[in-house]
């Protein structure tokens, strides 16, 4: 199904930073997973009225839309409010309830649909994609459940890897200090 029939898709903004801001100006690089954001994030724009209309609310799903490193999606958990989205993303907004949005996120992260929304993709200098491609975008939408048990063992790969990458960590550190130790006897 058409993303453009599952969501709204509305633009980022485009803002000045303030060091008095009370909303919080959402960018890529503030993103530590694709549903995390930096603890340490402070709020940096100026409110007004016609911010209100744009903040973000639990559940939407931001989309880089220029870059050249991918359109990576992220998930907005409200941890962080009020924030709107800078010009960077597109925003998905008022997501059909037959789809959850942490599928959403994981489906546009595959490698395939970023191969997709790459070739897709405008521009040789700054690579971008705007609201017309992405809307075009066909997602397969099986049963919640399937889409759960789908997020679910995504984050599970997510957290082998790491511990993957701890393990080998730990093990080069333990040969390091094994050799070292040859080394002084």
């Not at 008095?20 to 100006?25: L, R, W």
């Not at 799903?61 to 709107?84: I, M, R, T």
């Not at 959850?100 to 971008?128: D, H």
């Not at 809307?135 to 790969?157: D, F, G, H, R």
């Amino acid at each position: 199904m058409k993303l453009s029939l599952l969501a709204n898709i509305a633009s980022g903004l485009n803002q000045k930073r303030h060091p008095q801001g009370t909303v919080y100006y959402l960018q890529a690089r503030d993103f530590i997973k694709s549903d995390l954001l930096d603890i340490n994030l402070k709020p940096s724009i100026v409110n007004n009225s016609k911010l209100e209309t744009h903040y973000l609310q639990k559940g939407d799903v931001l989309v880089l839309s220029k870059g050249h490193h991918d359109f990576n999606a992220f998930l907005y958990n409200e941890d962080k409010f009020p924030a709107v989205a800078s010009s960077i993303f597109l925003v998905l907004k008022d997501i059909d309830i037959k789809v959850l949005p942490e599928y959403l996120v994981w489906y546009i992260n595959l490698e395939l649909t970023q191969q997709q929304l790459v070739s897709s993709s405008r521009g040789s200098a700054l690579p971008s994609i705007n609201k017309k491609i992405l809307s075009e975008l066909e997602v397969p939408v099986p049963e919640l459940q399937i889409q759960q048990n789908i997020v679910a063992l995504s984050k599970l790969k997510e957290e082998e890897t790491k511990l993957i990458e701890r393990i080998n960590k730990l093990k080069s550190r333990a040969l390091e200090i094994n050799l070292i130790e040859r080394i002084n006897n």
